[in-house]
């Protein structure tokens, strides 16, 4: 049963962006257009070529950002500042998550590929404020992104988290390969599963999930 699998849980990690609210929210597509627009000033390349390059940078360094830090030393606060400035009145209160989030035993926290500062305003859209020990952003980690290990290690070590009673919540399915061999219990949040060895649980609704644990 899901409960029996989480009778030890004391840590609970969650990610922000479509894993706290659903993708239909469509929030980071105005991220995704500001990160193109971003890189076509920077780089000086067409909107198409701007596109490739985000997409390429993603796949390969784990963020866009890791990509033009690594391939085009690109101050990273700048570019964090510039592609969040965006409308977050897309996203509405989620009461139930809130309460089912707050009924769990121990110390929650978020982690994220974006800024701390971004996600406390994404958690204050939500209603989810005030709900978590922590809030941690890529630059808790020195820059450097999910799915990379050291990224995991840096925050984890920073929260005092023990790997061995905690789970992670995230909606891609690469980031939890790290958590998965630091001992943690998986939750990949999605409409569709990704089945992977590394993968514990899949769920479409993280409140019903969560309800389940209760």
């Not at 193109?36 to 950002?65: C, I, N, P, Q, S």
């Not at 992104?145 to 399915?173: C, Q, Y």
Request: one cysteine or more; charged letters at 25%.
């Amino acid at each position: 049963m899901v409960t029996d699998a989480f009778t030890a849980t004391r840590g609970w990690v969650f990610d922000l962006d479509n894993t706290l609210y659903p993708p239909e929210a469509r929030l980071f597509d105005q991220i995704e257009r500001r990160m193109t627009r971003f890189v076509m000033d920077r780089l000086d390349v067409t909107h198409a070529e701007a596109d490739r390059l985000r997409k390429k940078y993603w796949a390969e360094h784990g963020t866009t950002l890791a990509g033009l830090m690594d391939r085009h030393g690109v101050e990273p606060d700048s570019y964090l500042c510039e592609v969040h400035d965006i409308d977050f009145s897309v996203l509405s209160p989620a009461p139930e998550l809130r309460a089912r989030i707050s009924a769990l035993p121990g110390r929650r926290i978020v982690y994220t590929n974006g800024s701390a500062g971004y996600a406390e305003r994404v958690l204050d859209a939500l209603g989810l404020s005030r709900l978590f020990a922590a809030v941690y952003g890529v630059e808790h980690a020195g820059y450097r992104p999910k799915p990379e290990r050291r990224a995991f290690e840096a925050v984890f070590a920073r929260d005092g988290l023990d790997t061995a009673s905690a789970a992670m919540f995230e909606d891609d399915p690469r980031n939890l390969a790290a958590p998965h061999a630091m001992g943690m219990r998986t939750i990949h949040v999605a409409p569709q599963p990704a089945p992977a060895p590394h993968i514990h649980h899949h769920t479409d609704d993280l409140a019903g999930f969560l309800a389940r644990l209760g």
